[in-house]
């Protein structure tokens, strides 16, 4: 009865994720409670909040230098509270403008200090990761933030910048947990955990230790990292819920065999979906090779006249979400850690048959 659920966000979550929350709804391991119903300083809760946070720091093999962070306001919110105790005060901070989530990010610095974008791909209709060698850093920037993947675009690094001794910054929302990543390399990575993570309302941040309490002027209490990392996140009560499901999910994915596991089946997935594409003369993906998204892959019909046809065809076989975002138009299909390939298989059955249908 599960649809194939091509969401970006809030995405799909692992079905085995899911049943054992239910099992677990109204009495959690015999504590005759649902998680939704316990104190966040209860022992239980405590337990649950630090096995998830251990096995998160397992999973992405965090350094002891980091504090992981379990936030509440989306990636959006990190978008101010960067700046916020990063930045100001301090001049300018590099940023890569790679498309709309770049953009926001951009966006909402000005408050605090400079953006400077460094490397832009907006004369390509933001569909390629700028190659290093072309971005103009600053060696006295505050930091560098980047996305490693946009969302809306398809576009995705496939490699780490390296910024010497300036911190390196990331959105990594739509693609943390989909492979293995050098954390050392970073000053702070966060991520809205409504894509590979969790539901929404939980978001996570990893920040190295000398990153935090450097405000200037501090910061108000709950939109300072210090108060946060003072507190183990619970200086107020914390998405409880959503901290327990994104520990079901770090369980899950420890089971699928790890990043480097999951990585490899998130290549196949991909591939499947990118080399159909490539070869039909019917539906066509805008984005450089090289840069192309392993978790959202958005495409074009021949006609777009044909769009709402495609979408209809695809619901009655069950496969929803595949609307592209509002603002490019076409589709997108995202297919983040929990889409099974044969979800993927479906959807180019689907594709093959429209364009025999459809196509010249
Ligand atoms: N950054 C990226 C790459 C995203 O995909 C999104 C949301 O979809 C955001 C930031 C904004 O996240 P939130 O809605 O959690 O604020």
């Not at 946060?228 to 994104?246: E, L």
Request: charged share 20%; net charge neutral.
């Amino acid at each position: 009865t599960r649809a194939i659920n091509f969401s970006a966000g809030p995405a799909a979550l692992p079905a085995e994720v899911l049943q054992q929350a239910a099992a677990e709804m109204l009495d959690w391991q015999g504590s005759g409670q649902s998680v939704m119903e316990m104190s966040h300083r209860g022992k239980e809760f405590m337990a649950i909040a630090a096995a998830a946070e251990a096995d998160l720091r397992e999973l992405m093999a965090i350094p002891a230098n980091y504090k992981v962070l379990f936030l509440q306001g989306g990636a959006s919110l990190q978008f101010e509270m960067i700046p916020m105790n990063l930045l100001a005060g301090k001049g300018s901070a590099d940023f890569v403008n790679t498309g709309e989530w770049a953009k926001k990010a951009i966006k909402a610095v000005k408050h605090f200090g400079k953006a400077n974008v460094v490397a832009s791909a907006e004369d390509s209709n933001f569909n390629y990761a700028p190659k290093q060698d072309t971005w103009k850093l600053d060696p006295n920037a505050a930091y560098v933030h980047y996305t490693a993947n946009e969302t809306i675009g398809g576009v995705e690094f496939h490699w780490v910048p390296e910024t010497g001794n300036v911190p390196l910054v990331c959105d990594m929302s739509s693609n943390i947990l989909s492979k293995p990543v050098d954390v050392s390399k970073y000053g702070l990575i966060y991520a809205g955990a409504q894509k590979n993570i969790g539901p929404a309302g939980l978001t996570i941040v990893i920040i190295r230790d000398d990153l935090i309490g450097k405000g200037n002027p501090a910061p108000s209490a709950m939109l300072d990292y210090k108060t946060h990392a003072d507190n183990d996140s619970m200086y107020n009560t914390p998405p409880t819920y959503g901290i327990y499901i994104a520990g079901l999910v770090f369980q899950w994915l420890k089971k699928q065999g790890g990043l480097a596991a999951i990585e490899q089946k998130n290549i196949a997935k991909a591939r499947l979906l990118y080399d159909f594409l490539d070869q039909s003369a019917f539906f066509k993906n805008p984005v450089r090779k090289e840069d192309r998204s392993r978790m959202n892959i958005p495409f074009t019909l021949a006609n777009a006249e044909l769009d709402d046809e495609f979408l209809k065809g695809a619901k009655a076989r069950g496969m929803v979400q595949l609307k592209g975002h509002r603002s490019v138009g076409g589709m997108r299909a995202s297919i983040y850690n929990a889409m099974p390939i044969e979800g993927v298989q479906a959807l180019i059955d689907y594709m093959k048959e429209f364009e025999t249908q459809h196509g010249k």
